[in-house]
Nanobody
């Protein structure tokens, strides 16, 4: 089992910055892709950014140029640096990690509990 623990959410004014962190704990064999998703009230969960174990990244168009995803493989941690935040970035942000089991050699996705990001003046 793998647990994901997120931190770094909060309330920030438009134009401000926040940095989210997500660390994986438990019986970790290998973490493949990790990423951030968000869900605003009344909307479906959407992809924000993903990063492979090799460092290749992918971003939603709405956050390109403002958000940066990174990871520290030694710490089993993924980060999301969010700059130039807008009110429409307000959502619960969820971390996701794809984990390869060392016993079954199958990949399973795990989700964090979510952290609230609110952008308001």
């Amino acid at each position: 089992q793998v647990q994901l623990v997120e931190s770094g959410g909060g309330l920030v004014q438009p134009g401000g910055s926040l940095r989210l962190s997500c660390s994986a704990f438990g019986s970790i064999f290998r973490l493949d892709a990790m990423g951030w998703y968000r869900q605003a009230p009344g909307k479906q969960r959407e992809l924000v950014a993903t990063i492979t174990s090799g460092g290749s990244t992918n971003y939603a168009e709405s956050v390109k140029g403002r958000f940066t995803i990174s990871r520290d493989n030694a710490k089993n941690t993924v980060y999301l640096q969010m700059n130039s935040l807008k009110p429409e970035d307000t959502a619960v942000y969820y971390c996701k990690a794809d984990h390869l089991s060392g016993s079954t050699f199958t990949i399973r996705s795990y989700w964090g509990q979510g952290t609230q990001v609110s952008v308001s003046s």
